[in-house]
């Protein structure tokens, strides 16, 4: 199947600063890739689809100035968390489509995010 | 997107029984996609369900879509601790919409 990976794969931070977070297809080309955050015992909850050369499409309630998103090749898209506060400590994980016969979504090995 | 619900929120079990778990919609899905994230890990593609009716078997798990496309369910036969994980349905339109999960402990 299609391999995505993500870097870094934790992250600890200070409050106020900001992480950049990369997503990446390995071996197929992916223009749309979706950004989940998920809590400790959670379900996946949908930040926004990034869309390669144009702008992310947000949630509702997701602040697109906290999580800036860049689509800038058809293999990478980055998740920005900027000022991050300790709530925003989770689990971001990322995916990208394959168009192949089943639509079926590949996820990132996922980042821990923790921020003191 | 469409939202789906799934029941039970967790699971124990004995290794050797049974598991079931309930993924329900109050409106008509195009289809549902099941996924299993083991602790730790990060979600991975089981199955998909397209058709009225449809159930489809992988070894000892099957999944079966109901005939009105609002329910579906993913049973287990003889649980393995290597069943362990949280089992996740979604509806899939542009985006993937989860379900809540269902977190299955099984104890040898």
């Known amino acids: 199947g299609a391999v995505v990976s993500q870097h870094p794969s934790w992250v600890i931070c200070k409050s106020g600063t900001s992480v950049k977070i990369e997503c990446r297809s390995l071996?197929?080309?992916?223009?749309?890739m979706f950004w989940y955050r998920q809590f400790p015992k959670q379900s996946l909850m949908l930040m926004a689809t990034s869309n390669e050369g144009s702008k992310a499409t947000y949630e509702q309630g997701v602040e697109k100035d906290k999580f800036l998103i860049n689509h800038a090749s058809l293999t990478l898209s980055t998740l920005t968390v900027t000022s991050a506060h300790p709530e925003d400590s989770s689990f971001y994980i990322c995916?990208?489509?394959?168009?192949?016969?089943?639509?079926?979504?590949?996820f990132g090995p996922g980042t821990r995010l923790t921020v003191l | 997107g469409q939202q789906v619900m799934q029941i039970p929120q967790y699971q124990h079990v004995q290794e050797g029984e049974d598991f079931t778990t309930y993924c329900n919609s109050s409106t008509t899905l195009s289809n549902i996609q099941w996924y299993k994230q083991r602790p730790g890990g990060h979600p991975v593609f089981l199955i998909q369900?397209?058709?009225?009716?449809e159930v489809k078997k992988q070894k000892r798990l099957t999944f079966q879509f109901g005939e009105a496309k609002k329910n579906s369910s993913l049973h287990i036969t003889a649980t393995q601790t290597t069943d362990v994980g949280t089992y996740f349905c979604?509806?899939?339109?542009?985006?993937?919409?989860f379900g809540k999960g269902t977190s299955l402990l099984v104890t040898p």
């Open positions: 979604a509806s899939s339109g542009y985006a993937l919409n």
């Open positions: 369900l397209v058709k009225s009716g």
């Open positions: 071996d197929f080309q992916a223009t749309t």
């Open positions: 995916s990208a489509r394959d168009y192949g016969p089943y639509n079926e979504q590949f």
